[in-house]
């Protein structure tokens, strides 16, 4: 599967964004969706997965009630919706496909690259 994820850019604490996933390659529905994300000098950290088939979620404590993953199979796209937007929620975000279903980034099969997500104070 390859992955793109696209969607960052600078915004206002406060605000929201909508990060999108787009793969290609093998069959997306196959794949369990992760958002990641990596802040400069930190590792790369777990927000969000969503199940193959979209009965499942799972979010980091950070971001609980604030953002929402979501997919849609027949677009073969992973969405990322961020409300609420704080300064901590900066970094790199990665999206990323997994055969299982696991918050961990060293058990992800397919990595895209990034988008930044700069939120300003």
Do not use: H
């Not at 409300?83 to 992800?108: H, I, Q, R, W």
């Amino acid at each position: 599967v390859q992955l793109q994820a696209s969607g960052g850019r600078l915004v206002q604490a406060g605000g929201s964004l909508r990060l999108s996933c787009a793969a290609s390659g093998r069959t997306f529905s196959n794949y369990a969706i992760g958002w990641f994300r990596q802040a400069p000098g930190k590792e790369r950290e777990f927000v969000a997965t969503i199940r193959w088939d979209g009965e499942s979620t799972s979010y980091a404590d950070s971001v609980k009630g604030r953002f929402t993953i979501s997919r849609d199979n027949a677009k073969n796209t992973g969405y990322l919706q961020m409300n609420s937007l704080k300064p901590g929620d900066t970094g790199v975000y990665y999206c990323a496909a997994d055969f299982g279903y696991s918050e961990y980034p060293s058990s992800m099969d397919y990595w895209g690259k990034g988008t930044q997500v700069t939120v300003s104070s």
